[in-house]
Antibody
């Protein structure tokens, strides 16, 4: 079964650090684009970061320089290292696989597998 | 950065009715890179449509997507009780992804 399971969330003080994990099963993390998306309480979805199969990484401006996305191929696990946390980083964090389909000679993309989410609360 | 604006913010309809949700981009988006998601309370989002008009695996054919350039539409032909949820559009660029702010579809 294709599945993603996040862990590592919790309560952390402003300025602190936290590392989120996303364990994959049923597919290979390193062969796919993988992303983190967050959702603040009562708000919409916000894209956070992506790591491509080739290893390139990209970040939303709101987290650039503070968050780092990475993966451990031996553990088939995606990570999000979050430093210098702020109250506005409080959210449910989801990891997601970015699916890729080749149709009629074009590539199409969409986040087709999602984890259940892990909650990060930044508060003193 | 491309901004996606969804309308309406809230749509109140009854089961059996047709729902039309709009997603407008601040600049042209390749149809290949436009997706729609459904999210129910307490659940992770679910991919409905990719490539602006292709249904994801297991998605009922009452869901359809259309559009190009800066204007995209998600249509639900006949609303079922389980369709009442929040819907998001998303676009993919070479190094960033953005979501619309969402449309809440509620029971009238």
């Amino acid at each position: 079964e294709v599945q993603l399971v996040e862990s590592g969330g919790g309560l952390i003080q402003p300025g602190g650090s936290l590392r989120l994990s996303c364990a994959a099963s049923g597919f290979t993390v390193s062969s796919n684009y993988m992303s983190w998306v967050r959702q603040a309480p009562g708000k919409g979805l916000e894209w956070v970061s992506v790591i491509y199969s080739g290893g390139s990484t990209y970040y939303a401006d709101s987290v650039k320089g503070r968050f780092t996305i990475s993966r451990d191929n031996s553990k088939n696990t995606l990570y999000l290292q979050m430093n210098s946390l702020r109250a506005e980083d409080t959210a449910v964090y989801y990891c997601a696989r970015v699916g890729e389909w080749l149709l009629r000679g074009y590539y199409y993309y969409g986040m087709d597998v999602w984890g259940q989410g892990t909650t990060v609360t930044v508060s003193s | 950065e491309i901004v996606l604006t969804q309308s309406p913010g809230t749509l109140s309809l009854s089961p059996g009715e047709r729902a039309t949700l709009s997603c407008r981009a601040s600049q042209s988006v390749s149809s290949s890179y436009l997706a729609w998601y459904q999210q129910k309370p307490g659940q992770a989002p679910r991919l409905l449509i990719y490539g602006a008009s292709s249904r994801a695996t297991g998605i009922p054919d009452r869901f359809s997507g259309s559009g190009s350039g800066t204007d995209f539409t998600l249509t639900i032909s006949r609303l079922e009780p389980e369709d009442f949820a929040v819907y998001y559009c998303q676009q993919y660029g070479s190094s960033w992804y953005t979501f619309g702010q969402g449309t809440k579809l509620e029971i009238k």
